[in-house]
């Protein structure tokens, strides 16, 4: 089987049952090391649902995703411009990131947008974001490498979250990310996988503690690690205070079309 992000000969190294019923092999690429399944016709019964029920974290994981983000945003990137959440969930980082102060915009055509409404934006050829946010999304891409370069179209900086495997690939009883009750994790990332991305488009990839970032700028990476601990230290409530909040005029604005 083909690797899917670089296009090498891949290597089964084991089966699994997906959704208590489908036996399907996972293949391992030797050179970029990306983990793959076979081709995932059972897709559309994972998706019945398109949030799976066994998400207990993701409100937490939106809440810190806002914080640490902020920081970067604000001190990395043009603070004024327009960002987009791709593969946006029912709208909750949106509407985070509204509240801090961001223009954010919310895109799922999979999903229902609950939290973020009035603020959807259809993709069209000529849009351009500061940055793409695409936080848990890559695991679930059948076809990253054309996935990512849809992105790129868009923004020349893609943020994003994904858990990284070990050097050793997790044993199938041992690692929770597989996602095998769920059937929804089909694409499975090591920091090589996702340098071999960067290569691929000619981007640099910097890795702050677990968010990912493709971008055309250059940063220290240290730099970028040390804001993130910063959050915790009041470096998010200063820009909580410079950056004036949305919810507000939001409200008005919605009312107003109402």
Not at 83 to 93: C, E, I, N, S
Not at 96 to 124: C, S
Not at 194 to 206: D, M, R
Request: net charge neutral; with cysteine.
């Amino acid at each position: 089987m083909q690797c899917r992000v670089c296009e090498s000969k891949t290597i089964k190294i084991f089966n699994s049952l997906v959704l208590q019923k489908y036996s399907v092999d996972y293949f391992h690429c030797p050179h970029c090391s990306f983990l793959q399944t076979e081709q995932p016709y059972w897709l559309e019964e994972a998706y019945s649902r398109s949030i799976n029920l066994s998400d207990t974290g993701l409100l937490d994981r939106n809440i810190y995703f806002s914080k640490v983000l902020s920081v970067i945003i604000f001190f990395c990137f043009d603070k004024k411009g327009s960002f987009l959440d791709y593969a946006g969930g029912y709208g909750v980082f949106t509407r985070l990131m509204r509240d801090v102060g961001f223009d954010f915009y919310w895109h799922d055509p999979y999903t229902q947008n609950l939290f973020a409404n009035g603020f959807e934006r259809d993709i069209k050829t000529d849009s351009k974001f500061e940055l793409i946010t695409a936080f848990e999304v890559f695991e679930h891409l059948v076809n990253p490498k054309e996935e990512l370069e849809k992105m790129l179209h868009y923004s020349k900086t893609i943020v994003f979250s994904t858990e990284l495997m070990p050097k050793e690939i997790p044993d199938p009883k041992q690692w929770w990310y597989y996602g095998f009750n769920h059937g929804q994790h089909i694409s499975f990332y090591s920091e090589k996988t996702l340098h071999t991305l960067a290569n691929q488009f000619k981007l640099n990839y910097y890795n702050v503690n677990g968010i990912h970032i493709l971008t055309e700028k250059e940063f220290n990476n240290s730099v970028l690690i040390l804001m993130k601990k910063l959050r915790n230290y009041g470096l998010y409530q200063i820009v909580k205070k410079v950056v004036k909040s949305k919810t507000f005029c939001d409200h008005l604005n919605i009312e107003n079309k109402s």
